[in-house]
């Protein structure tokens, strides 16, 4: 490209070949045009590389993991690449709406207060038949740490990005701890309208390691702690990929082949009070000591 373009659209995948030429269609076809197209493959084994080697559009680079690196990793790893003054975010199960970048773009371009918006969405399952539609959060409620909004349905500031931590290494809640760091930069807003077709999968992880899952209220800790803090630990991030993997295996396994899950006593208190911060509630100086309690538990736990 001769010039920077105004949007780096960031697109990461994942064994897609199903719905991932519809979702870049979807971008190429967008009423804005000064955009660049990152797409960064995580490895997969279908026929996604196939479907990406076949583009030939000027707008589109594409980038490819040697191994399987994970979301976060990806995002990281995509977001360095990006040239525009603004990162839009895709996923390659989704579709945008034709005017989604334009809208977005001229709402960041005349709101300079604002680091990132987001927009309403349409939920559709794997057959694209509609589910219904989110619900526009306010200003208010994003600036009291309940931010809410879509991650393949944002747009944000590439300075702004580069300043925050930026996206981490991490499993399941990269987009959460990025919006909290975000969040210091500017305000937050989203669309009324719907500019994304966002899709609900049965299968997908988010909705496999729900709240049966065992290990799902000590992420939410661990997700609380590295939100509210200013400086993200490496020893968090290990804790929260440590046990996304567990929650992982346990929601692939059938009833008949899983273990009874049991905490120690102190550590299920401790996990109940973690809780509370979650809530909104202070904690106490001894979170950090659960949270190696925890992480010592589950390791030698797995080891058995």
């Given at each position: 490209m001769d010039k920077s373009p105004q949007v780096s659209v960031v697109l990461c995948c994942y064994n897609a070949q199903k719905t991932i030429a519809e979702s870049i269609e979807s971008v190429l076809n967008q009423t804005f045009t000064?955009?660049?197209?990152?797409?960064?493959?995580?490895?997969?084994?279908?026929?996604?590389?196939?479907?990406?080697?076949n583009y030939n559009d000027k707008r589109i680079r594409v980038f490819f993991n040697q191994v399987n690196r994970g979301l976060g990793k990806s995002l990281q790893l995509a977001c360095r690449e990006v040239n525009g003054k603004y990162i839009a975010r895709m996923d390659s199960d989704d579709l945008c709406m034709p005017e989604r970048l334009q809208k977005e773009y001229e709402f960041l371009e005349s709101h300079p207060g604002h680091v990132l918006?987001?927009?309403?969405?349409?939920?559709?399952d794997e057959n694209d038949k509609v589910l219904g539609r989110s619900f526009?959060?306010?200003w208010a409620h994003n600036q009291n740490n309940h931010i809410s909004v879509v991650h393949p349905a944002?747009?944000?500031?590439?300075?702004?990005?580069?300043?925050?931590?930026?996206?981490?290494?991490?499993?399941?809640?990269?987009?959460?701890?990025l919006w909290s760091k975000l969040i210091d930069f500017g305000k937050f807003s989203v669309l009324k309208e719907p500019l994304?077709?966002?899709?609900?999968?049965?299968?997908?992880?988010?909705h496999m390691i729900d709240s049966k899952n065992p290990y799902k209220k000590i992420m939410l800790a661990v997700r609380s702690k590295m939100c509210?803090?200013?400086?993200?630990?490496?020893?968090?991030?290990?804790?929260?990929?440590?046990?996304?993997?567990?929650?992982?295996k346990y929601a692939q396994q059938t009833k008949k082949d899983r273990q009874p899950f049991k905490y120690h006593t102190s550590i299920e208190e401790k996990a109940q009070?973690?809780?509370k911060y979650v809530l909104g509630e202070k904690l106490s100086t001894d979170f950090v000591f659960f949270l190696k309690n925890t992480y010592v538990f589950l390791r030698n736990r797995k080891r058995r």
């Open positions: 000064d955009f660049e197209f990152i797409i960064w493959d995580d490895c997969s084994t279908d026929n996604t590389p196939s479907i990406l080697k918006v987001s927009s309403s969405v349409i939920y559709i526009p959060w306010t944002t747009m944000f500031r590439t300075d702004a990005y580069r300043q925050s931590c930026g996206y981490l290494d991490l499993l399941g809640c990269e987009d959460r701890v994304l077709k966002y899709r609900m999968v049965s299968t997908s992880l988010s509210n803090e200013s400086e993200v630990l490496e020893d968090d991030i290990e804790l929260q990929n440590h046990l996304y993997r567990l929650g992982k009070h973690a809780l």
